[in-house]
């Protein structure tokens, strides 16, 4: 008579506290940074490189859509409606709340050696071609392996440590040069960007690349499987199917 197998499901161990807290909370803050940003840019859709930058100048390139203020030529008659209040209002709280969970989740990062142990590609796999072969996996649809369950691939662990390290600081940065009080006070942290608005270009072209970064990084958890990959997140452990007599 032959065995009869059947799956057993096994829960593992994949997300640590802090990191779940601290992802959700990103979250939470990206959101309120890209919509009420959205409606700051919508105010004056023109950007310029430099120190100074106004209607009376040329722009280094201009958002082809309508202003909220009626002073700002787009080459509509259509003004939009004005939410630059509020807008720059909860911004700036949704910044703060975002470096302070940054912080948070860098500070328990390091101490937890969580970088070095989940982020970082292990041996073997950082080169060029190790992250090739993810791609062509990707490409040709490919299940993940069962290693995912417990563990990044080499895409994922080089995406998080490109956005934790180096585009998570320059939106901050760029953000914080925009400041008058910032300037004031560091000024070479604003100089270094080419001024003011300088810093401006650069932190809407900084958060484009995070915005793109979210979109794959949805699209790409909905293919592999969207509650297998969100309920790790929340609940911090995942679950697996074993082979069992």
């Known amino acids: 008579m032959p065995v009869v197998v059947s799956p057993v499901k096994t829960q593992t161990p994949r997300h640590a506290g802090f990191v779940r807290v601290t992802?959700?909370?990103t979250v939470v803050a990206f959101v309120a940074l890209l919509i009420t940003?959205?409606?700051?840019?919508?105010?004056h859709p023109r950007f310029y490189w430099g120190e100074t930058g106004n209607v009376n100048m040329s722009p280094l390139f201009t958002i082809p859509i309508p202003s909220s203020r009626d002073?700002?030529?787009?080459?509509?008659?259509?003004?939009?409606?004005?939410?630059?209040?509020?807008?720059?209002?909860l911004?700036?709280?949704?910044?703060?709340?975002l470096v302070f969970t940054g912080a948070v989740y860098l500070i328990?990062?390091?101490?937890?050696?969580?970088?070095?142990?989940?982020?970082?590609?292990?041996?073997?796999?950082?080169?060029?071609?190790?992250?090739?072969?993810?791609?062509?996996?990707?490409?040709?649809?490919?299940?993940?392996g069962s290693d995912e369950v417990?563990?990044?691939?080499v895409l994922q662990r080089t995406s998080y440590?490109?956005?934790?390290?180096?585009?998570?600081?320059?939106?901050?940065?760029?953000?914080?040069?925009?400041?008058?009080?910032?300037?004031?006070?560091?000024?070479?942290?604003?100089?270094?960007?080419?001024g003011r608005q300088s810093a401006r270009t650069l932190h809407f072209f900084v958060s484009g690349a995070l915005l793109l970064f979210l979109v794959v990084h949805i699209v790409m958890v909905a293919v592999s499987g969207f509650w297998t990959r969100t309920r790790p997140m929340?609940?911090?452990?995942?679950?697996?199917s074993e082979e069992e007599p």
């Open 23 to 25: 992802h959700w909370l």
């Open 37 to 43: 940003g959205g409606e700051i840019v919508i105010s």
């Open 71 to 89: 002073t700002v030529p787009t080459g509509y008659k259509y003004v939009m409606p004005d939410q630059n209040g509020w807008s720059r209002y």
């Open 91 to 97: 911004h700036f709280q949704a910044a703060w709340l």
């Open 108 to 144: 328990a990062g390091f101490a937890t050696s969580h970088f070095r142990k989940n982020l970082v590609p292990i041996h073997g796999e950082r080169s060029l071609g190790a992250h090739w072969r993810r791609i062509a996996q990707y490409l040709r649809r490919s299940p993940p």
């Open 150 to 153: 417990r563990s990044y691939n």
């Open 161 to 194: 440590l490109t956005v934790i390290f180096i585009l998570f600081p320059l939106v901050i940065w760029t953000g914080l040069a925009l400041s008058p009080g910032f300037n004031a006070a560091f000024p070479f942290f604003v100089n270094v960007l080419g």
């Open 234 to 240: 929340i609940v911090g452990r995942a679950v697996s």
